[in-house]
């Protein structure tokens, strides 16, 4: 066939490229500041530059010793100054991201491997939420900022269609994923721009906090308070239908878990997997209540997953924290059901490097 002669088969290629050019101009930082309505972005694009500072502080002399922990937004207000005071030798390079899931841990654990990046002790995240594949909200936040093609191609049998079509929708036209609206953009031309510029604000601020905090850094805007009892119960059962209803158990998780304890291993990286502390309506209902689990079959969520959980860890030979279930924890503000306020995370910081110090000092 003469492609010069049949010039209108290249149409659709034409409408592609300028489609995608577009897409490019509409995601620069400036522009998309117009209409963007999310900042959690930022801590995936933060965490090159934290590799980055990573390898240059593992090849410092007189360097502290580096917990790398790889968590979701339940791990993202820690306070490096407090931890270097009191666990003197110790600091903290947060890997935490939004809707982080094990895959993003064993993407840079890769990268870890091949480059010879060896921190004194990894912890590794297990949250019920990432086991359910029929969750009314699905986290692909990893799949959409965090993880390269490649490596999805590398481990395509563990993604399904919908995901796949998903990564390559959202990746190769952003705006797919942003949307952007008419309505939020006139909002913020109002007033010379003053929303505009208050948001772009916001976005440098974050920047700069993770950069400051080595990963560690609350969104501005986020709510950081205490909610209230009634409230927390409500967000409670809402996000318990949300995340785990009806719970369909997926080896998801376990696979790339897996894959990173293996690499841990094979370094000789001391190494923990933690279950963070939820608030109590929310843990009572993963325990108590009982949903559709697969097709006609009921129980509960905890029931389905936990012992799934021990067993695995245990075969791996790999201590499991259970905060939820540990008696020397015990600090109950919560922002929401499944965020701790930020008055616990000195509580969550002296769990965390008590555990691993213990474990570290056992492991040597």
């Avoid at 609206?181 to 906090?209: E, V, W």
Wanted: with cysteine.
């Amino acid at each position: 066939m003469d492609i010069y002669k049949n010039k209108f088969l290249l149409v659709p290629f034409l409408v592609i490229a300028i489609a995608f050019t577009i897409d490019k101009i509409l995601l620069s930082e400036r522009i998309q500041t117009y209409f963007s309505k999310t900042m959690s972005e930022i801590n995936y694009i933060q965490k090159e530059e934290l590799y980055d500072d990573l390898k240059v502080y593992l090849s410092s002399k007189d360097r502290n010793k580096v917990l790398v922990y790889f968590g979701t937004s339940r791990a993202l207000l820690f306070e490096n100054k407090y931890i270097e005071e009191k666990y003197k030798g110790w600091t903290l390079f947060n890997f935490s991201v939004p809707g982080g899931t094990p895959d993003y841990a064993l993407f840079w654990l890769e990268r870890f491997e091949k480059e010879n990046v060896k921190p004194d002790f990894v912890l590794m995240d297990q949250s019920v939420e990432a086991y359910n594949k029929a969750a009314v909200i699905s986290l692909d936040d990893v799949l959409t900022n965090g993880l390269s093609i490649f490596f999805v191609f590398r481990h395509f049998d563990q993604y399904s269609t919908s995901q796949i079509s998903t990564l390559l929708a959202k990746r190769m036209f952003k705006t797919y994923h942003y949307r952007p609206k008419l309505a939020t953009i006139l909002d913020r031309i109002k007033d010379d721009f003053a929303i505009l510029y208050a948001f772009r604000n916001l976005r440098d601020g974050l920047k700069l906090s993770l950069r400051e905090g080595r990963g560690s850094a609350q969104t501005p805007g986020s709510f950081g308070g205490v909610m209230p009892a009634e409230m927390l119960k409500k967000s409670a059962r809402g996000d318990f239908h949300s995340y785990l209803v009806p719970f369909q158990y997926t080896e998801f998780p376990k696979y790339f878990l897996d894959g990173s304890y293996d690499i841990l291993k094979r370094m000789q990286i001391p190494h923990a997997a933690i279950w963070v502390r939820l608030s109590r309506p929310y843990y009572g209902h993963i325990k108590n209540d009982v949903v559709n689990i697969v097709g006609d079959k009921k129980g509960t969520v905890y029931d389905k997953w936990m012992p799934v959980v021990i067993e695995f860890q245990k075969d791996k030979s790999v201590d499991f924290w259970n905060m939820n279930e540990d008696p020397n924890y015990n600090c109950d503000l919560f922002s929401d059901s499944g965020h701790m306020a930020p008055q616990c995370y000195r509580d969550y910081t002296d769990y965390i490097f008590e555990n691993v110090i213990r474990s570290y000092n056992t492991k040597k």
